[in-house]
């Protein structure tokens, strides 16, 4: 347990997050750096970066109100507050991805309504399944799907991302490193803290498991409506055709080769392998999704 309390005490969070890799920056990026004018000015990748940014929202604050309401269901101190650092990593990514929309033009007073305008009613449903779990205190349950599902899920999203931006959009690019460094910290507290939790209370496998099945079929179907109707695709390839964009690369394969439909097949296969890895390790069996 010595272990466990000093590589997710709060003091260590200090260091390595608002004192390390946060240091200098201002909403998760270098100060100065902006949205660049090839996305600002083209109305359909404009929108489109909107849309997607809502998602990061919706997620982020799914994650939010999950850590925080898991802070007083946590059995042990070491638990209680290493979830209250999280809630500040969550927190923070609500602030940084808002600020995003608002760096794209959406106006504070337009908030909320954007956010229910574009937010995907999958990923709203893959929140609702958690923070059931969340708001009956359900702590091994709860852990599961916010550390090990959203977490896993958020941070296979992020590094496809920063591949994806990391040449052509810099302020975007640091703020999903920063990011991807808080999920990773995120996930490896819900391995180190729910294998022995599950090994304690056995009879909580299959709920657990099945509602690793729920959040997946959410997710895949919010990976497919967002793939599949993404009007922005031919737009993305054209200006990475005009400014000769250098190849990006992620899980091995060239994102500027493939077809929407393409990454979406290699995210979530990213995705479910990742969860299977994880879940194998805390003692619980991965549950196939129906397929969306």
Known sequence: MSDFLSAYSIQNWLE????????????????????????????????????????????????????????????????????????????????????????????????????????????????????????????????????????????????????????????????????????????GFGENRIGSLIKEFPEKRAEVERMQRDMSYFMLAAFADAFRNNRAAEEFDRINADHKVPAQQWQGRELTAMKPEEIEGVLADTVLKEFKVRLGRIGLQYQTPVQP
């Open 16 to 187: 390595s997050c608002p004192q390390g890799y946060l240091e200098n920056t201002e909403f998760g990026h270098a100060p100065g750096e902006h949205e660049p004018e090839l996305l600002l000015g083209n109305k359909i990748i404009h929108e489109e970066t909107i849309r997607t940014t809502v998602q990061l929202v919706v997620g982020e604050r799914c994650a939010l109100a999950a850590s925080s309401g898991l802070i007083n269901a946590a059995p042990d101190e070491a638990s209680k507050r290493f979830l209250a650092t999280q809630t500040l990593d969550e927190a923070r990514h609500v602030e940084i991805f808002t600020h995003r929309l608002y760096d794209l033009g959406v106006r504070k007073d337009q908030l909320e309504d954007v956010i229910k305008q574009y937010a995907n009613k999958n990923l709203v449903s893959f929140a609702q399944v958690l923070l059931e779990k969340v708001d009956k205190k359900d702590f091994v349950a709860g852990v599961v799907g916010q550390n090990i599902v959203l977490e896993g899920m958020a941070f296979s999203v992020f590094e496809m991302m920063y591949a994806m931006n990391e040449t052509m959009n810099a302020k975007f690019a640091h703020t999903l490193s920063g990011t991807i460094a808080d999920e990773r910290r995120h996930v």
